[in-house]
Nanobody, 124 residues
Framework: EVQLVESGGGLVQAGGSLRLSCAHS????????IGWFRQAPGKAREGVAR????????HYADFVEGRFTISSENAKNTVYLQMNSLTPEDTADYYC?????????????????WGQGTAVTVSA
């Protein structure tokens, strides 16, 4: 059974940084995709970034604008989301999601497994 556990959320001032972690277990093959999503109060869940284990390729939402970096430390079965230059608009619950193999569009519906989420609050 695949499990995903997020950590690293918290309260930070605008302009600050946070690094989120997604510890994963249970993928049978070294071929998976893990994505980060976020959901702000009253808003729909949106994709932030994803990384594919197969070739290390990464994809980012346009609003990231170079501020976030997704990476994988395979020896620790952990995917990170480094977030810099945070703004109050980045305030949301952040979730990591995983699926075996690749995804085509990065839609939340392409992922089979979800973590419980970690809250990020950015104060002005």
């Amino acid at each position: 059974e695949v499990q995903l556990v997020e950590s690293g959320g918290g309260l930070v001032q605008a302009g600050g940084s946070l690094r989120l972690s997604c510890a994963h277990s249970g993928f049978i093959f070294d071929s998976w995709t893990i994505g980060w999503f976020r959901q702000a109060p009253g808003k729909a869940r949106e994709g932030v970034a994803r990384i594919e284990r197969r070739d290390g390729s990464t994809h980012y939402a346009d609003f990231v604008e170079g501020r976030f970096t997704i990476s994988s430390e395979n020896a620790k079965n952990t995917v990170y989301l480094q977030m810099n230059s945070l703004t109050p608009e980045d305030t949301a619950d952040y979730y990591c999601a995983g699926t075996s193999g690749a995804v085509r569009y990065g839609s939340q519906y392409e992922y089979d497994y979800w973590g419980q989420g970690t809250a990020v609050t950015v104060s002005a």
